[in-house]
């Protein structure tokens, strides 16, 4: 059964980087047709894509967030990682890593989420 | 302010039937498939139904999915307390090259 789960700091000092892992297991990272893709839901409000990357580094960014997104990929460990520069309190958010099915150019659904993790940003 | 156009919430009495709309664009909805993920209280989305109307293994068929051009609409029957949950309807808008979400509904089993 696959298996995704989010790893990092639970607080970042605002204007510094959010750096978060996803480890995947049961499952290769290299398959086709599935990207990865990480969201977030600030608490009490709805989800918000934040990008999806493809094992051989290929990336869709969400518009609003692309300047300050970079999602990269570690095929070798299975991991992909999210970093989101100058962070404020409006970053606060659980943060949730996924796969992405993306068969022709578009993706669709999205399953095996990880269970989440809060990110506070915080002086 | 959210790409897709769900009702707030929706509510209804044990073992009757509901309908949560979502409503979007020819760029989104209208051009490719629709999905529908499950939040119950203090836990992760889950997947619902994947493009438009099919159900993951596991899921009963009491939950079922349609679309119709710029709009979808997901069904619970024989509704129990157990579905009282936040359901998000989410798609690919291809102008904007992203996956999209609506705002969210969350259902109250009276």
């Known amino acids: 059964q696959l298996q995704v789960q989010e790893s990092g700091p639970g607080l970042v000092k605002p204007s510094e980087t959010l750096s978060l892992i996803c480890t995947v297991s049961g499952g290769s990272i290299s398959s086709s047709s599935f990207y990865w893709a990480w969201i977030r839901q600030p608490p009490g409000k709805g989800l918000e894509w934040i990008g999806s990357i493809y094992y051989s580094g290929s990336t869709y960014y969400s518009p609003s967030l692309k300047s300050r997104v970079t999602i990269s990929v570690d095929t070798s460990k299975n991991q992909f990682s999210l970093k989101l520069t100058s962070v404020t309190a409006a970053d606060t958010a659980v943060y949730y890593c996924?796969?992405?099915?993306?068969?022709?150019?578009?993706?669709?659904?999205?399953?095996?989420w990880g269970r989440g993790t809060l990110v506070t940003v915080s002086s | 302010q959210s790409v897709l156009t769900q009702p707030p919430s929706v509510s209804a009495a044990p073992g009757q039937k509901v309908t949560i709309s979502c409503s979007g664009s020819?760029?989104?909805?209208?051009?490719?498939?629709v999905a529908w993920y499950q939040q119950l209280p203090g836990t992760a989305p889950k997947l619902l139904i994947y493009?438009?109307?099919n159900r993951p293994s596991g899921i009963p068929d009491r939950f079922s999915g349609s679309k119709s051009g710029t709009s979808a609409t997901l069904g619970i029957t024989g509704l129990q307390t157990g579905d009282e949950a936040d359901y998000y309807c989410g798609t690919w808008d291809s102008s904007l090259s992203a996956a999209v979400f609506g705002g969210g509904t969350k259902l109250t089993v009276l």
């Open positions: 493009e438009n109307d």
């Open positions: 020819s760029s989104n909805i209208g051009n490719s498939y």
């Open positions: 996924a796969r992405h099915y993306c068969p022709d150019g578009n993706c669709y659904s999205l399953n095996y």
